[in-house]
């Protein structure tokens, strides 16, 4: 090999939904195998299987490892599959279609930064269709591409594309979606997935692998006020260390030696005495992305779930209530009255839902008169917590304006925190706090006068 | 690179975090060691929980001298346990009284799902003396953490970073809870546990890579030692075979990997049990195996 280029260093996930069998695990298959991206001897292993048991060969199969998956031809749980190529390393996550599944999508879809989004052209737009475009643009993807799968079945016919990019179009902009191109696909006969095929002469735009390399990689907020919910404080004593470290990693913005920084919900604060690394050169600035540690000049007690800024900074929003879009996937139905757990960064409080402002069904998009929030439902909701928390709305800062619902050790929906509530009990305990603060201030001040005012002075040994 | 070591590192502390009864499996191999560096990374030097190593009594001498070794110098919580009634009764694949999957099973799907319950003994190093003692610990552990990578093999790639397992140790792959960004499941009911997967993300070049870059030591037998052969993969001796080649360095290693004659062969083709289970390793993972 002659160019010794090393392998690239840019890396990303893409996520691949649609619908159950629209054909996902069959286009990452091809793109494998067009690539060549698979390992010698994996293709006419699987033609052998194929052969021996009686199966049409399906690329589907290079992907969907599990026994149950093979012999049902569906898939059951996002997989994982990586590719190289000269711009970068890909990622890619094939999702179930299957509604019974979306838990697995969901899972998928938020690991990723863009997606490919499948449609069969002889079945058209389906139920899930609409569901996973919805939970893409809600899980925070803006970058899209649809493929209208499976030409082959409807002739290549380029007014039938058509009507479905219309169609589907329209869809999209209701829920506020833009997708990047629309391509017509045969994920069997590898029409248009790595090159332009003649059966579509009319299609004009790129394939799929050539949208996947104009794909942008998500930038991390770097420039935005910092944000490092606490993972832990350590203080290991083994080999006679001493450091008492704040460990977490850097969701937004920047730390360095010597920044005052303040802790949400607590409001404490301290200075950077020391950034602290195993095995690598002492830094004096980390930033956005980064699992870091820091030690600080002040010794404070912090705790993990609190959340560092920088005093310099725009604070996080702290309250007890809170207006969010909430996308449930929990067995039983979320319902007032009944407690649950939220995990916001690293911090989690209990939560009980105060009340609902609208219901949409993700099957349908559009939105029902409900009491309480069903599987597979996104609500828009308030949520009142059992103590303060500290976090930023979507729009401000988008890692820690997510959070998730636990209902009874299961991790039953997520969602994306829209406004800030103030309610009228945080406003009085802050005001309480505040007053005690000056009045603390003023009976200190007022002894020290009484005491400057003696002639002598007499500290008492504590 | 950066970002796999970050993330892994992010999980290692959220399951220090969220677990009490937390330990790491160690199989001596190249991803669990680094692992157990990238641990070192995370908590600034330190392991603040024990490493389990199953031991099979199959395994070639070296990788066990090599764990010592480092358990010592690093100061490890070191802790192994083994099946001890299929080993004296020979039930095993080596004995001729087993297949290989069912040898799998009892010394290490069996032994692991006891040690992790507490219900067989556990060996623990003592650092003053250098030998294994009965640990009087038998807590179970809750948070288990594993080397897997989502290339391996198929059911590995459906994997979640903290995935559940119940009472048996069973896995219920259609019923995996969700993951949204960079929430875990840390709750779990009496009784069942949670594995957690730092390495999901890393293939196997990244883990030569990271080898490379941080100097980490791993055992010699990944490297030919002048007769053309070397381990790409390490298990127990008698269902492991060595592949041909004269890689006798790191950078030997990554040049096979990534343009070489590797490039594009499976990296446990040398694993006689993953072709017997017609291919994976689904279902000895689906009963407990890591």
């Known amino acids: 090999m002659n160019d010794n280029q090393s392998a690239p260093n840019e890396s990303m996930n893409i996520v691949v939904v649609g619908h159950v069998d629209h054909g996902k695990s069959t286009v990452i298959g091809r793109l494998l195998a067009d690539t060549g991206s698979l390992p010698r001897g994996r293709l006419d292993q699987v033609r052998e299987k194929c052969r021996r048991n009686s199966k049409p060969f399906e690329y589907a199969f290079l992907l969907d490892a599990l026994k149950d998956e093979q012999e049902q031809g569906i898939t059951i749980d996002s997989a994982r599959c990586f590719f190289r190529t000269k711009t970068r390393r890909y990622t890619i996550i094939d999702t179930p279609g299957h509604v019974e599944f979306v838990k697995s999508m969901v899972t998928g879809a938020s690991r990723a930064e863009a997606a490919l989004l499948v449609i069969d052209a002889y079945e058209g737009v389906q139920e899930n269709s609409k569901r996973h475009a919805f939970l893409l643009s809600m899980l925070g993807i803006k970058q899209i591409c649809i493929l209208i799968n499976k030409m082959d079945l409807i002739g290549y016919r380029k007014d039938l594309y058509e009507d479905i990019v219309k169609r589907y179009t329209e869809f999209l902009n209701r829920i506020n979606l833009t997708p990047q191109y629309f391509i017509p696909i045969s994920a069997t006969e590898g029409v248009n997935i790595t090159y332009i095929s003649e059966k579509s002469v009319w299609y004009k735009g790129p394939t799929v692998l ?113 207006r969010a879009n909430i996308f449930w996937l929990g067995r039983e139905a979320m319902q007032r009255e009944r407690p649950y757990s939220m995990k916001v960064g690293t911090a989690r409080v209990g939560v009980t839902l105060e009340s609902i402002v609208k219901v949409m069904d993700t099957s349908e998009i559009k939105y029902i008169p409900k009491d309480r929030i069903d599987k597979y439902d996104v609500a828009e909701c308030i949520l009142k917590t059992n103590r303060e928390f500290a976090f930023d709305t979507i729009q401000d800062i988008v890692q820690t304006g997510r959070f998730v619902i636990v209902d009874n050790y299961e991790i039953s929906g997520g969602g994306i925190i829209l406004e800030a509530l103030n309610d009228r009990q945080v406003k009085i305990r802050r005001n309480v706090i505040s007053r005690n603060r000056k009045w603390e201030m003023s009976f200190i001040f007022g002894e020290i006068k009484k005491l400057l005012q003696r002639k002598t002075i007499l500290f008492k040994p504590i | 690179m950066e970002a796999l070591e970050n993330k892994s590192i992010h999980i290692l502390r959220e399951a220090y975090s969220e677990f009490r009864n937390l330990c790491m499996l160690w199989s001596i191999g190249k991803d669990s060691t680094a692992m157990l560096w990238l641990t070192r990374k995370a908590f600034f030097g330190h392991v603040p929980f024990p490493l389990v190593h199953i031991d099979t009594h199959f395994k070639i001498p070296e990788m066990i001298a090599y764990r010592d070794r480092l358990a010592l110098e690093w100061d490890l919580d070191m802790i192994y346990g083994e099946n001890r009634e299929a080993l004296e009764s020979e039930g095993t694949f080596p004995a001729g009284n087993a297949t290989r999957l069912e040898c799998c099973k009892y010394l290490k799907t069996d032994a692991l799902k006891n040690i992790l319950n507490g219900s067989w003994p556990r060996y623990r190093l003592n650092h003053k003396t250098g030998k294994y003692e009965m640990d009087s610990n038998t807590d179970a552990y809750t948070g288990v953490i594993v080397g897997i990578r989502a290339d391996e093999e198929g059911s590995r790639s459906k994997e979640r970073y903290f995935s559940p397992r ?73 269902c492991t075979n060595p592949v041909e080649s004269t890689a006798s360095s790191i950078d030997d290693i990554i040049e096979e990997l990534e343009s070489g004659k590797f490039s594009n062969i499976a990296e446990r083709s040398g694993r006689a049990q993953d072709i017997e289970d017609g291919g994976g390793l689904e279902d000895l993972r689906r009963g407990g195996y890591m």
């Open chain 2, 166 to 238: 119940d009472v048996n140790s069973g896995w219920e792959i259609g019923e995996q809870p969700p993951e949204f960004w960079n929430q875990f499941k840390t709750d779990f009911a009496p009784g069942t546990h949670v594995r957690i997967h730092p390495l999901l993300d890393w293939t196997e070049l990244d883990i030569w890579k990271y080898i490379k870059r941080e100097s980490i030591p791993v055992v010699s037998l990944y490297f030919d030692r002048g007769n053309g052969r070397r381990y790409r993969s390490l298990g127990c001796a008698p």
């Open chain 1, 210 to 322: 050539e949208a996947l390399e104009m794909f942008k990689a998500d930038i991390l907020p770097e420039h935005k006020p910092l944000r490092m919910p606490v993972q832990g404080v350590y203080k290991f004593t083994g080999g006679g260390d001493t450091r008492r470290i704040i460990a977490g990693t850097i969701e937004s913005g920047r730390i360095s030696t010597g920044d005052k920084v303040i802790f949400y919900p607590s409001g404490k604060k301290s200075t950077i005495k020391s950034i602290e690394a195993f095995n690598s050169e002492n830094k004096s600035i980390v930033t956005a992305g980064f699992a870091t540690g820091f030690t600080l000049e002040e010794q404070i007690y912090i705790k993990r779930g609190e959340i560092a800024s920088l005093a310099n900074e725009a604070a996080p929003q702290v309250t007890t209530k809170i």
